[in-house]
């Protein structure tokens, strides 16, 4: 299920306890692309209509080019927009997991409706939020029993400011990261994903109610443990896997945006690395007890950035933090077209303000080599966003908010 067209590294001896160190090899091919895939079909967004979400009270938007540009100043809802795209994607905001915070202050509710055309058949997605926790998901009328059947129909990706927490902040937003991309590509995977999740969840539930009651059912214990190590031994297995099938890809991407040489590596640190999780949870246990939490477990996973040999977050130059930030959304993008066999929409919120200009330029033109690919791009100065579309010298369409 991975991407077999790429080169994949080779893997080195453990970088210490708990860490995979993942070296970067240069494609043997020399000069060809570390991949080539043919694009079956194409996807493209053609409308979109807001009622009461976030500041869009009713609102209708009819996309017409690949590329659409949105201007307006700070606050008048630009970042609302690619995030109502976002919510059409994926069921959930891009910035928050409360539904309730999507709500326009002083309604009840909110509701999405896109239209999207993949290879000439329509698909009408809506997104129903009635408060109180009550929502539906639509496709064609058709509403999904799980939400998770729709994850992957449409994939997206998403660039926001703030998103350089990926690179600098905890070890959450990374397997968040990682998750949210290879469940685009794998239903098991986010299957296995929302089961662990469940399970770890009640698990900690009864080791917290363990220490309040002082008393101990390890009964209880060993069947939620049953449950919750095939769930987690089977996401390890495919995270290991996946990430060093990508990594030559980030590579190429922090290559391309940065101009330098500069040596990338990467160290996937994971308890289940130098036992099973099985294993590990048995021998955790009396540490579990006292702590009231659960100690071990793909939940403590991360990727850790190197440059050099040196922790990358911690030496890395603003210019460098940004350039993988786009290194990595740029994999993703990658990944993401060559398995489903079309581009995913891309969503770039603001960049012009994290990028200097020769960065910026790279981006676009990558992005927008792809002639299938549909971009949605915000941008606070109307001329500078005209100006860098027209440098492309691709179709597009400015919206003005």
């Given amino acids: ?213 002082r008393r101990v059912d390890n009964s209880l214990l060993d069947v939620l443990d049953a449950q919750l190590a095939p769930a987690g031994q089977a996401i390890f297995e495919e995270r290991r896997v996946f990430l060093q099938a990508l990594l030559p890809v980030i590579q190429q991407h922090y290559l391309d945006i940065s101009g330098t040489e500069e040596y990338l590596q990467l160290q996937y640190d994971s308890q289940l690395l130098t036992q099973p999780f099985a294993e590990g949870l048995h021998q955790s246990r009396s540490r579990d007890l006292a702590a009231a939490r659960t100690n071990v477990g793909i939940h403590k996973d991360d990727v850790v950035f190197l440059m050099q040999n040196e922790p990358f977050k911690q030496f890395a130059s603003q210019g460098q933090r940004k350039s993988l930030l786009f290194a990595l959304k740029l994999a993703e993008f990658d990944v993401l077209r060559e398995h489903k066999g079309f581009s995913p929409i891309l969503l770039l919120d603001d960049v012009f303000e994290k990028l200097d200009a020769s960065r910026m330029g790279h981006l676009l033109e990558q992005v927008c080599a792809y002639t299938d690919a549909q971009l949605f791009i915000t941008d606070t100065h109307k001329d500078r966003l005209q100006e860098a579309l027209n440098e492309l010298d691709v179709m597009h369409q400015i919206i003005s908010l």
């Avoid at 494609?27 to 500041?55: A, D, E, H, R």
Wanted: glycine share 6%.
């Fill in 1 to 213: 299920m991975y991407p077999s067209k790429i080169w994949s590294p080779q893997r080195e001896n453990f970088a210490g306890k708990n860490k995979a160190l993942v070296t970067i090899n240069k494609n043997p091919l020399g000069t060809l692309p570390i991949w080539q895939k043919k694009v079956y079909c194409t996807v493209q967004l053609q409308q979109l209509k807001l009622t009461q979400y976030k500041n869009y009270y009713i609102d209708h938007f009819t996309f017409e080019e690949r590329v659409v540009g949105i201007s307006g100043l700070n606050g008048v809802g630009k970042t609302n927009l690619l995030d109502a795209i976002h919510y059409l994607c994926f069921t959930k905001s891009y910035f928050t997991n409360s539904d309730n915070s999507n709500v326009q202050t002083g309604q009840q509710g909110f509701r999405l409706e896109g239209l999207f055309d993949k290879d000439g058949e329509a698909f009408k997605i809506a997104c129903i939020f009635r408060g109180q926790n009550k929502k539906e998901i639509r496709c064609n009328d058709l509403e999904y029993e799980k939400f998770s059947q729709h994850i992957g129909l449409f994939p997206c990706v998403m660039i926001a400011p703030d998103d350089v927490e990926l690179i600098i902040g905890g070890s959450e937003s990374r397997r968040r990261w990682l998750d949210t991309l290879i469940s685009q590509l794998d239903a098991h995977y986010l299957q296995q994903l929302i089961v662990y999740n469940k399970i770890l969840q009640q698990r900690n539930s009864l080791l917290k109610q363990f220490t309040e009651t």
